[in-house]
């Protein structure tokens, strides 16, 4: 009711939102040494990308897919091969590590593991503190104020402030490094896997808690997960990775709905329901399992296990191509119509 | 009351109670739970971290060495209880007549030898074969369970399978005697969401064929509802309810069991602005507090009735659950558990 009433600054306004983050042809390879001599892993292999300011974008897929790659490339924790990551205007690939530092204020991690990216002998309140003191937020009165602040709105009493990550639960621990995160106002914020290793009961908690910092902080946020259900419940927009490249970008529900890659289609058809009306809906299990990104096929890389394949799909890969209905779709034959046709909405 | 054999379920755990002495005192980890398996059902056992939902399947296997550990209660299976009996004559039990698939196919393998090693030694454990025998039941075994190419992998190391196939081994291997129960524990928590449906059709397909009972352990309420014939909800230890899977799944009953599926993400293409979470944490077994009903700490209709802890009453037929909460006004309260979080939010923003 009054979620319909306020419009969400991507979809429903005349003026979109501006960019926020932009990937252009991001690539990010891995020299490995095998027993055949080096190779190359092709985690990311040409991803570009849009986030709109106060968006959420998914980005789901299977291990090995590349999309935490991705993410790492996104906030330059780990180098590109190739492409660009344009932030806020800038270039953030080509920065000095100095000047990337004093940048870094604008977009932070959560990691997926909250036992391992915690200081396991830094309290709770200097956890959170840290990262302020790094980039010189203030006096130590302020930033400890600041840090009090955010440990109340990530829901902690103030009790809790001179605890140590292991008198936390997983769930706590996971709100301490988005309280981190939080310290040094960033506007992007790129989760990795936030809630994958937590109990259902407190996966839905950290969901509620993004949701709400969305909302109360215009924050933009980058979801990355695997199970889709996940990323349709938070994220505005999603992209599906599939061996290092997206092959499905477009607003959440009509791809949720209505996938327009067969590899979406397989994706959303593994998820167990327990609805049994949804239940008799035709269920596609894929055969076989993801390819290696070290030999990856030619043509299109999901023709081996796609039961729609053809010749072509074999020998040409597919591009990114425009839908009707605005998604962005990589497949020879995708299961939505081509934009041939004029938009009638 | 018919005692025939046929009418006897398969497994029958009575009153099981499995605690830890530890130095700060003594733990429930599981705290009198009963229940049966009939011959060919599945039965899911649902919960999160901590409920007791694996402690209790091992224990009934007495795979529990920890010498601080004491398990009491019965576990009836095929006219035997299963605790009374020694290392040796259990071991006659599990792998030939109970059999267990475990969440990680990697540490269930030993990685210095093939699959069909692992496959042909649990064969001539318990049975009297030659080694050749064996590795040709191995074959058929690995062709059953769908891995591809099986006289040549057969030979293949645990590391030369992906994480699905090897998951694959582990289920031929649990297979190999025709196991009458299969204890799964998160089979497919470990799998990419693909890769699990491919396992959860392969069980699908292998109980109709052997006709096996299934005992599937899973913290996901969509996995469980789509295997399960009857499910158990638990926490901390308890039951908190039992039923029938479709009953369970449209009228669940237990404020539990409300928040385990508001906590999910709906899958029907509709999105909702919260989820429907529980507040806190899931109860710490070492919570000396525990004379009442262990969820009244994150129940949003918690009272002085749920002090001491409810019984299990059977409402409907085969479907039973654990809180004072009158009966027939369940679906409403559910309704208004759910608008409660609709409201929490529009306040807060």
């Known amino acids: ?71 790492r490339c996104l906030v330059r ?47 709770a309140l200097a956890t959170v503190e840290e990262p302020m003191r790094t980039h010189d937020m203030g006096t130590e009165q302020e930033i400890r104020d600041r840090a009090m602040h955010l440990l109340e709105i ?27 995160a939080l310290a040094v106002t960033p506007r992007l914020l790129i989760a990795d896997e936030p809630v994958s290793a937590l ?93 290696s990104p070290i030999d990856k096929p030619g043509g299109c890389a999901f023709a081996p296990r796609c039961r729609y394949s053809q010749a072509i799909c074999v020998s040409d890969k597919p591009v990114l191509q425009l839908l009707s209905d605005g998604r962005e779709v990589a497949c020879h034959f995708p299961l939505v119509a081509a934009a041939t046709t004029t938009l009638t909405i | 009351m018919s005692e025939s054999m046929a009418a006897q379920p398969l497994l029958d755990v009575r009153d099981l109670r499995v605690s830890f002495r530890t130095r700060s005192g003594t733990v429930d980890a599981v705290d009198g739970i009963s229940f049966t398996v009939g011959r060919g059902e599945v039965l899911g ?8 939902k694996s402690v209790s399947m091992l224990s009934v296997l007495g795979l529990i060495d920890n010498p601080n550990c004491v398990v009491e209660g019965e576990v009836i299976f095929q006219g035997e209880d ?13 792998g030939k007549e109970i059999a267990m698939v475990f969440q990680d196919p990697m540490t269930a393998l030993t ?52 994480g699905g196939m090897r998951q694959r081994v582990v289920i031929a291997m649990a297979l190999s005697c025709n196991p009458s129960l299969l204890i799964a524990d998160e089979p497919t928590t470990a799998l990419d969401v693909t890769i699990q449906a491919q396992i959860l059709e392969l069980l699908r397909d292998l109980q109709s064929e052997f006709g096996s009972s299934i005992v599937l352990i899973t913290h996901d309420m969509g996995v469980v509802s789509q295997m399960s014939d009857r499910v158990l909800v638990m926490y901390g230890g308890r039951l908190a309810e039992a039923g029938p899977r479709r009953a369970l799944m449209r009228d669940p009953l237990h404020p539990y069991t409300w928040g385990l599926m508001g906590s999910i993400p709906p899958t029907d293409g509709t999105r909702v602005e919260r989820l429907a979470a529980i507040p806190g944490a899931p109860i710490n077994p070492s919570d000396p507090d525990r004379d009442r009903c ?56």
């Open chain 1, 199 to 291: 109990d259902v009961s407190i996966q839905a908690q950290v969901l509620n808690l993004l949701a709400d910092l969305q909302r109360d902080q215009a924050l933009t946020y980058v979801f990355i997960a695997h199970d889709l259900a996940v990323v349709h419940h938070i994220a505005d927009r999603i992209g599906v990775m599939y061996l290092g490249e997206l092959v499905e970008v477009g607003d959440s529900s009509p791809l949720y709905n209505h996938p327009a890659h067969p590899y979406t289609e397989a994706l959303l058809s593994s998820i167990p329901v327990i609805d049994d009306e949804v239940e008799k809906r035709d269920r596609i299990v894929l055969q076989g399992d993801l390819p």
């Open chain 2, 82 to 94: 299963l605790l009374k009996l020694d290392d040796k004559e259990l071991r006659r039990i599990r």
């Open chain 1, 77 to 123: 924790l780990i180098e590109v091969t190739e492409g660009q990551v344009i932030f806020d205007g800038t270039d953030i690939t080509s920065m000095s590590r100095r000047e990337l530092r004093s940048r870094r204020t604008g977009f932070q991690m959560i990691f997926q593991d909250p036992y391992a990216s915690l200081n396991p002998r830094r309290r």
């Open chain 2, 294 to 349: 262990l969820f009244s700490s994150r129940c949003g209709f918690a009272s002085d009735a749920c002090r001491p802890q409810p019984g299990l009453v059977e409402h409907v037929h085969g479907h039973l659950d654990a809180c004072v909460l009158p009966y027939d006004q369940r679906p409403a309260l559910r309704l208004e558990a759910l608008t409660t979080v609709m409201t929490e939010s529009g306040a807060s923003a």
């Open chain 2, 45 to 52: 056992i649902v919960g999160e971290s901590g409920s007791g």
């Open chain 1, 154 to 180: 990530v829901g902690f009493d103030p009790s809790y402030a001179d605890r140590y990550p292991h008198e936390f639960s997983g769930g706590q621990r996971q709100r301490l490094g988005i309280a981190r």
């Open chain 1, 1 to 71: 009711m009054s979620a319909a009433s306020t419009p969400s600054p991507v979809e429903g306004s005349a003026t979109p939102a501006p960019l926020l983050l932009e990937a252009r042809g991001v690539v990010k390879h891995f020299p490995i040494r095998t027993s055949n001599g080096k190779k190359i892993v092709q985690a990311v292999d040409g991803v570009s990308l849009q986030v709109r300011a106060g968006e959420t974008l998914g980005l789901v897929g299977e291990s090995g897919c590349g999309k935490s790659t991705l993410g």
């Open chain 2, 111 to 162: 990685p210095v030898y093939t699959a069909g090693w692992h496959i042909s030694e649990q064969i001539r454990a318990h049975e009297k074969v030659s080694k050749k025998a064996a590795h040709a039941r191995a074959i058929q075994l690995l062709d059953a369970v769908g891995i591809p190419n099986s006289t040549d992998r057969v030979n293949s190391y645990p590391h030369e399978f992906s």
